[in-house]
């Protein structure tokens, strides 16, 4: 399983990419509108600090959605371009994936649209955990439900959760056999930390001060 950080903020992904534990990063229009800086320098900078980095269209019309994909595309080979997954773009997401263009498709909230993603061979689909949660919905259910879709039926395209707004739900979506889960850096933060294991870290190096030793190996 891949563990990707949900920002576009520079510094986060620098400090996170030297612990060796995350493999890409998934922004959107809204983290990058954050930064303040040109996106497009961001994105760039972003690309060369981690592996797979998840762009997002901000064009709605179709013809328009399909000439910025392939711009964003040429600016790294280590980009998908993130598509929503409206009706409307079915078309253009067809079109971009059979001309290799890597593509998240995202805003993905029923099994039947992860099917039909799969079928015009995306690479990866997003279905947005949290966001089914606040409306009463089970996200975790949708993510089960296209884990076993795709392996069912023999897709490639990789099942990418976002949307995870807690540990309890980043755990759900591990054991739910997920590719990917895209988690904002708080979450990553509780989630890599436990109060018992600082407090064995206490207990173990104070009960090694008790034998004076001054150095050791």
Not at 28 to 49: A, F, M, W, Y
Not at 137 to 157: A, C, F, Q
Not at 158 to 184: F, K, N
């Amino acid at each position: 399983m891949k563990i990707f950080l949900d920002t576009a903020d520079v510094q986060l992904i620098e400090q996170w990419a030297k612990t060796g534990i995350i493999d890409g990063v998934t922004t959107n229009p809204t983290h990058l509108s954050k930064t303040g800086g040109n996106p497009t320098e961001i994105i760039k900078k972003i690309c060369s600090l981690v592996g797979s980095v998840s762009v997002e269209v901000t064009e709605t019309t179709p013809e328009a959605v399909y000439t910025q994909a392939k711009a964003i595309a040429l600016l790294s080979d280590t980009i998908a371009v993130k598509i929503p997954c409206h009706i409307r773009y079915y078309q253009v997401i067809k079109k971009l994936a059979s001309e290799g263009i890597s593509l998240n498709i995202t805003l993905v909230f029923t099994l039947t649209q992860g099917l039909s993603m799969c079928k015009l061979g995306a690479d990866y689909i997003s279905p947005f955990v949290g966001r089914l949660d606040d409306i009463d919905t089970s996200g975790i259910k949708l993510v089960e439900d296209l884990v076993h879709m795709r392996d069912m039926y023999g897709y490639e395209t990789e099942v990418l959760a976002a949307s995870i707004r807690s540990v309890d739900q980043l755990h759900e979506v591990i054991v739910a056999g997920v590719d990917i889960a895209t988690i904002p850096a708080s979450v990553l933060e509780k989630a890599v930390s436990h109060p018992l294991t600082d407090k064995g870290m206490e207990i173990f190096l104070a009960d090694w001060k008790k034998l004076n030793i001054t150095r050791f190996c």
